[in-house]
């Protein structure tokens, strides 16, 4: 094992288009770049990468399979992040925003896009299709840095000068922005979610900390709530709070949240009344927070952003109304416990009834399911339906949710397209139908196959016919 410098080796530019971080991703000639990884993956990985003829591997590990195309380096690290520099010469001149929690990094995210501007990109879960020609690899609510370097150096995309990433838990802990350090980060909250994977809510909370470390970002804002005071009491960097107290550093004085958000906040001795064109569960939080990570990381005054407030949208999949005669559609993607609750006990405020629509994922946390039952308890009526089941039985599923509900009021139509079809014939005057769980998404997983879906897309097509 050796030091290496890979100035030292003389790459062309064609050679640093064949970079990769993936065996998946390798063609003739790719260098490969692979690390982190068990020593059964390690073999398997650099054996699919010599079978499709790969020029070079980089890695720190040792590999049972011996060729010299194989360099083992001892400062794997320092050589990836000249990678990155090869890849994307001005990654570091950037400014990078991190947003991480359990509920509203996307609409947090999506709202601080377009604070910040034209010269600006979110990256994160509705970006499916983003990294399409990058990687064969699944699709990331967090992709790896490798990729995102590779994206932003494409001659479209150099004009970006901020980078906001959504950043996952399981991004956090499996470090996949190692190489970046965020100018400002964002905590929106903390609930039960992924323990499938964490195990357990302490676990959980551990890897949401990550970000808010000296080594991961420079500040960071934060909401006051226990798990947002939590992270401070944690983080040794300079923060931001977000409350409704004296020593708030953004004080919220009044607000209005529905059909549109409306707030009067004050900064330091400045008063300022911000009108948005959007409603939603916390979407006044989640754009107070954008705000205050643009603020915070001083890149401009909150004046000089009053022109883009007008023009704020929800994004896809985020609280999506869809009008029916007197009454209102939601297409949203909450699908956590607290999300639904949240959800649900923000509609009952506004509307006579409200009728809900969800089901769980299969293959993943089976525990929350119950709880995903309990929170519709402020609904009038309840569907459950198919999320994605996967490779999981359906009524198992449904079962496992409706020992949760009210029985009284809950009926169980696994066909998603029945169910909502059933629950908009439900509706009365001013009523609201909750279709929740899959947002954004264009599809469903049922076993094998990635059936074509989108609730928005289905719905709308759905009131045409009924029109």
């Not at 520099?85 to 950037?94: A, G, L, N, R, W």
């Not at 991190?98 to 990256?123: A, D």
Request: hydrophobic share 35%; glycine share 4%; aromatic share 10%.
């Amino acid at each position: 094992m050796k030091k290496l410098n890979l100035r030292d080796l003389n790459l062309s530019q064609n050679d640093i288009n064949k970079f990769v971080n993936s065996s998946t991703d390798v063609e003739r000639d790719s260098i490969l770049f692979i690390d982190n990884v068990n020593v059964e993956k390690l073999d398997r990985y650099v054996n699919d990468a010599l079978t499709k003829n790969a020029k070079k591997i980089f890695t720190s590990q040792k590999c049972n399979i011996s060729n010299e195309k194989i360099l083992r380096v001892s400062n794997y690290e320092e050589v990836l992040n000249q990678a990155y520099s090869f890849i994307c010469p001005d990654y570091d001149k950037k400014t990078y925003f991190g947003i991480t929690g359990t509920n509203g990094k996307t609409t947090t995210g999506h709202y601080l896009e377009q604070i910040l501007g034209n010269n600006s990109i979110f990256i994160g879960t509705n970006n499916e299709n983003l990294f399409s020609d990058i990687t064969k690899e699944q699709h990331l609510t967090s992709p790896k840095l490798f990729n995102i370097l590779k994206f932003l150096s494409k001659p479209k995309n150099k004009t970006y000068e901020n980078i906001i990433l959504e950043a996952s838990s399981h991004a956090l802990d499996q470090e996949r922005f190692k190489g970046i350090k965020f100018n400002t980060s964002g905590f929106t909250n903390l609930s039960r979610d992924h323990f499938d994977y964490h195990n357990n809510i302490n676990k959980y909370f551990e890897a949401k900390l990550k970000l808010f470390s000296k080594n991961l970002s420079d500040k960071f804002v934060y909401i006051d709530s226990e798990w947002g005071n939590k992270v401070k009491e944690n983080s040794v960097i300079p923060s931001f709070k977000i409350g409704n107290n004296n020593d708030s550093n953004l004080r919220i004085l009044e607000e209005k949240l529905f059909p549109n958000i409306n707030l009067k906040i004050q900064i330091n001795e400045d008063k300022h009344d911000i009108n948005l064109n959007v409603t939603g569960p916390n979407f006044n939080l989640n754009f107070l927070l954008a705000l205050s990570m643009a603020y915070f990381s001083e890149k401009s005054d909150i004046q000089n952003y009053e022109e883009n407030f007008k023009h704020i949208q929800n994004p896809k999949g985020r609280f999506e109304i869809i009008n029916f005669k007197s009454n209102k559609i939601v297409v949203d993607y909450a699908h956590t416990p607290d999300a639904i609750k949240t959800t649900v006990d923000f509609v009952t405020q506004y509307f006579s009834s409200v009728i809900v629509i969800f089901g769980a994922g299969g293959d993943r946390d089976i525990e929350k399911r119950l709880l995903m039952g309990n929170a519709t308890k402020n609904a009038d009526q309840i569907i459950i339906t198919n999320d994605n089941p996967r490779h999981e039985d359906p009524e198992k599923i449904a079962k496992d949710i409706l020992e949760g509900c009210d029985k009284e009021k809950t009926v169980v139509i696994l066909d998603r397209k029945e169910a909502i079809t059933y629950g908009i014939n439900q509706l009365k005057e001013n009523s609201v139908l909750l279709v929740l769980g899959k947002g954004h998404e264009m599809h469903q997983e049922i076993k094998n196959k990635k059936i074509n879906f989108n609730d928005f897309d289905y719905i709308s097509d759905l009131i045409g016919d009924i029109n």
